[in-house]
């Protein structure tokens, strides 16, 4: 059996990770593929306990450090009950987010030395990388505006921790994934955000095709 493959979506939020996640998934599933998705933090139940944590409450809840640390718990877990056993198992994996958003988040948006964080995900978790990650970057005026529709009619309203923590943390963010993608060339693929679904949707396609040399 061959072995699955890791494709990450990163960006900021109202990108449009989860409508794009979903729309891959279902174009490789049509070619024969076995997929899963899913997500960060999250994708197992105790990381899905630990994103309660995360997601929800006060902004300032949380020394950065620890939001570092809870995220990489649950990332641990993600990784143990739900990505390396799909992988195992030949199925290819889309996560909506991964490490990078920490280095994102923390790194460039609370200011957590980025070497720190680099190191605690080696020692947590070795050369594990994604095959693909695909950065979907928006300026953060028009994703906030998107996130904000999304949860009035969304089934979560109340996971916008992060969203509630003002433009110019946004804006550092969006740098931040920009830096990653510019220091992670074979890697990351960055994805224009602002076109429409299918606009979007083609582009990612195009990544996919070039890494994996597959039709879709
Ligand atoms: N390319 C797009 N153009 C306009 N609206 C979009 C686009 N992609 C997604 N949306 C809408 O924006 C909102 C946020 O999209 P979503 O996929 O949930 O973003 P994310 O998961 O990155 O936060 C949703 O209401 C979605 O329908
Ligand atoms: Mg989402």
Not at 38 to 50: F, H, K, L
Not at 104 to 115: I, S
Not at 116 to 124: C, G, L, M
Not at 141 to 163: I, K, M, Q, S
Request: aromatic share 6%; charged share 25%.
């Amino acid at each position: 059996m061959s072995k699955g493959y890791f494709i990450t979506l990163e960006g900021g939020e109202g990108a449009g990770k989860s409508t794009q996640i979903k729309r891959l998934a279902r174009a490789l599933e049509n070619v024969g593929i076995n997929t899963i998705t899913t997500r960060e933090p999250g994708g197992a139940p105790g990381a899905e306990e630990i994103r309660n944590l995360l997601v929800n409450g006060e902004t300032k809840r949380w020394a950065p450090m620890a939001e570092v640390l809870l995220h990489t718990a649950a990332r641990a877990e993600h990784l143990d009950k739900t990505v390396i056993p799909a992988l195992k198992n030949g199925s290819w994996v889309i996560s909506d987010r991964f490490s990078d958003s920490t280095l994102a988040y923390q790194g460039f948006g609370h200011g957590v030395d980025k070497a720190v964080i680099e190191n605690i995900y080696r020692d947590a978790f070795s050369n594990f990388k994604p095959d693909l990650t695909l950065i979907i970057d928006i300026s953060p005026d028009v994703g906030l505006a998107r996130a904000g529709t999304r949860a009035a009619g969304g089934t979560n309203p109340n996971e916008d921790r992060y969203e509630r923590m003002g433009v110019s943390f946004h804006q550092r963010i969006r740098n931040g994934f920009l830096e990653i993608a510019k220091e992670n060339p074979e890697r990351c693929v960055v994805i224009n955000g602002e076109l429409d679904e299918d606009g979007v949707f083609s582009a990612i396609k195009d990544a996919v095709i070039k890494r994996f040399e597959i039709k879709i």
